[in-house]
């Protein structure tokens, strides 16, 4: 059974709630750690989102995590706990994001569910270059 249009939907729903969590960071005061914050998390939601549509090959090489279950999921839980703050849509939008990265994690683990065809092209694993 092929998940990816799933997948694909539940990345770009990420990248969306990434963009939103970013936005949040700017309230209900902007000081200059909320801003560094906003900054990474918006670069990381539209990377997310491009993911989804092309694969740059620097992305391939030097992201190569993003190209697991496993990998994609910290990440995801990475980013949704610095999203997490003090205002209901800060909580939103983080425990999306880090909920849907548990989420991946634990598809590492089941056998039956394979990664969707833009996660299985790029990855070539470690040591995959030509000598």
Known sequence: MDFSDIFRMVNLAVAV???LGAIGQFWPGIQIQS???AIYV??????????????????????SFMFSF????????FIGSITV?????????GTVVGIIGIGYVIL??????????????ADAGWGAEQV
């Open 85 to 93: 703050g003090d205002r209901w849509f800060k909580w939103v939008a």
């Open 35 to 37: 801003v560094v914050v």
């Open 42 to 63: 918006a670069i990381f939601g539209l990377a997310t989102a491009l993911l989804e549509f092309q694969i740059p090959p620097q992305v391939a090489r030097y992201a």
């Open 70 to 77: 496993i990998g994609r999921g910290i990440f995801y839980i």
């Open 108 to 121: 590492e683990f089941i056998p039956s569910i394979e990664p969707p065809a833009n996660m299985r092209d």
């Open 17 to 19: 709630f990434m963009i």
